[in-house]
């Protein structure tokens, strides 16, 4: 894993690999298996419904561990869309750049970069950024996130996502969320969301 992400500073694969398509037959054949599943169940009985959703939704939590199994297995790539977000960050007072790169439960990816503001309090943390796009594009169920940063565009060191980028992601995300931190000359960490927030305040617990 080392190995691998020093490599992705050299690396040759094209961010475009792990993303879903509209209009390509992957995502064509997951929008006609979504509507045979709501047409065949509205077709049974209630006992008979309630075991299919229990299958979907076994297969669906094989989907996702199958889907973070592949962004552990291409960790450089998606490591690399986070070096690339970096690259996009505006950041002219403190020149910190942080570039991150969002897992999606289905595989989409979703790049955010940190951009500041003069006022300094309506500036967005890079996993903020990535997380807003991703939402507004529908996706609500997230695998892992890869984050690095540094100062003028140099990575130098692990930037950990602040509190309120952690508040966020308990918004979205279970306790089983990995975080994964890249660092200088391949050094990284990983943590859980668990691990990064505990006892956090969720709406499933607090909002009822």
């Keep these: 894993m080392r190995d691998t992400l020093e490599d992705l500073y050299f690396g040759n ?34 006992k008979e419904k309630t075991l299919l959703l229990r299958l979907i939704n076994a297969e669906n939590e094989i989907g ?8 552990i297995l291409g960790f450089r790539l998606g490591m690399r869309l986070a070096v690339e977000a970096m690259g996009r960050a505006y950041v002219p007072y403190s020149g910190y750049q ?31 950024n990535a997380f807003f796009k991703a939402v507004y594009d ?12 540094g100062k003028n565009g140099v990575i130098s060191g692990i930037f950990p996502p602040c509190g309120v980028c952690r ?13 994964y931190m890249g660092g200088a000359g391949g050094a990284y960490e990983t943590y859980t969301l668990a691990e990064l927030l505990p006892c956090s305040f969720s709406a499933a617990e607090h909002m009822k």
């Design 167 to 179: 508040q966020v992601m308990r918004e979205f995300c279970r306790d089983d969320f990995c975080i």
């Design 64 to 71: 996702s561990t199958m889907a973070l199994e592949n962004f």
């Design 13 to 46: 694969i094209t961010p475009n690999d792990q993303i879903v398509k509209s209009g390509t037959a992957l995502k064509k054949a997951m929008e006609q298996s979504a509507e045979c599943e709501e047409k065949l169940t509205a077709l049974l009985e209630d």
């Design 98 to 128: 942080v570039g991150a790169a969002l897992l999606c439960a289905d595989g989409t990816v979703y790049q955010g970069c940190n951009i500041e503001n003069a006022s300094y309090t309506p500036t967005i943390c890079a996993e903020r």
């Design 138 to 149: 529908g996706k609500r169920e997230f695998s892992a996130i890869a984050v690095v940063g």
